[in-house]
């Protein structure tokens, strides 16, 4: 299995909120593949930093992108599509 830097969770964890239009904790961990603990920490980072909204509907919280999330999701997929372009691995 392949090594994932923190930069590159914080992008599964942003893509996976991207394209649910908003998500919850268990999807979150199914899909970016991350555990609980570790999910809890960097949520609460991206909720700081502006890269995630979160909004409780009928009782159950929902994790939505914001527009920096999108922006830094965008600039991050075309450091990462460069980057591979020069066969670079990140």
Do not use: W
Not at 1 to 10: G, K, L, P
Request: charged share 25%; net charge positive; no cysteine.
């Amino acid at each position: 299995m392949a090594y994932r830097t923190n930069v590159r969770i914080v992008a599964d964890i942003l893509n996976v909120a991207y394209s649910a239009e908003g998500t919850n904790v268990t999807n979150i961990i199914r899909k970016a593949n991350i555990s609980y603990n570790r999910l809890k920490q960097i949520l609460d980072i991206l909720i700081t930093k502006g890269l995630i909204e979160l909004e409780n509907v009928e009782g159950n919280n929902r994790y939505i992108i914001s527009e920096k999330g999108k922006k830094f999701l965008d600039v991050y997929t075309d450091f990462y599509d460069m980057a591979e372009a020069f066969g670079l691995k990140l």
